[in-house]
């Protein structure tokens, strides 16, 4: 996942371990947290599986 930092989910379900959190507007910020995504296929399937174990304790009545 990549994300700007005001973004309203970014706080809960980004972070280092699953995915990049922009802290600008730039595209040279944008461009390289595609590139570090991108660029690394076992980092890239290590943050799908920290993506989906995240997800998958949310739900909407926890967030309730």
Do not use: W, Y
Not at 9 to 15: E, G, I, P, R, T
Request: aromatic share 2%; net charge negative.
């Amino acid at each position: 996942m990549i994300v700007h930092r005001d973004c309203g989910a970014a706080v809960d379900l980004v972070s280092a371990g699953n995915g990049v959190v922009l802290e600008t507007f730039e595209v040279s910020e944008l461009q390289r947290a595609l590139e570090t995504v991108s660029s690394d296929p076992v980092k890239l399937g290590n943050m799908k599986r920290n993506s989906l174990e995240r997800i998958s304790k949310s739900s909407i009545d926890r967030a309730a």
